[in-house]
Structure formats: C-alpha cells, structure tokens
C-alpha cells in the first residue's frame, strides 16, 4: 500500500512537470520572486549609499582622495641622487640626500 502511495506521489510530481512544460514555465519557482527581491535589496543599499556620500560632501571627499593620492606618491618617491661629476679612472659612489 505504502508503495503505491509513493508511486502516485511520483507521477503527480511527473505530471506537475510536464504541464509546467506545456505551459512555458520554469521548473523552478518563485525564481522570478527572488530575483526581484535581490534587486530592490540592492537598489536600497545603493541609495543608501548616495545618500551617505552627500551628506559628507563632495569636495571633502575630493579633498580626502587628493590627499590619499599625496601619501600614496610619498612612499613611492625614489630618493634623489645628486650629479657629481665623474673623473675617468676614478669609481664614485653617489650619496643619497636624505628625504624628510
């Protein structure tokens, strides 16, 4: 009896499926729900974010990056090496000025 009732449970999920076919439907649903709502979740946080960056301004935010930029250009500036002038025959070593 048991068996029975699980192969009727099987061919009533077969059958789902095939109308779901017929019909032009995904075999997942709610799939469109969920998309949707992983959208407009997104679209929340986006604003969220804008609403954010005006409240503390564009120009201070420009000033933040021009700054970032100054700090970033400071640890990768190559120490300057002054020209001596060479005497053949003679090898120098140049002296690196100190960077403050």
Do not use: T
Not at 57 to 67: A, N, T, V, Y
């Amino acid at each position: 009896m048991s068996e029975e009732r699980g192969e009727v449970k099987w061919r009533r999920e077969e059958n789902k499926e095939k109308r779901r076919e017929r019909e032009g439907k995904s075999k997942r649903r709610g799939e469109k729900r969920k998309r949707k709502k992983k959208r407009e979740e997104c679209e929340r946080r986006e604003k969220k974010r804008r609403k954010r960056r005006e409240e503390k301004g564009e120009e201070e935010r420009r000033g933040g990056e021009e700054e970032e930029k100054d700090k970033v250009l400071q640890v990768f500036q190559v120490p300057q090496v002054p020209k001596v002038p060479r005497v053949l025959g003679v090898p120098q070593v140049p002296q690196v000025l100190q960077v403050s």
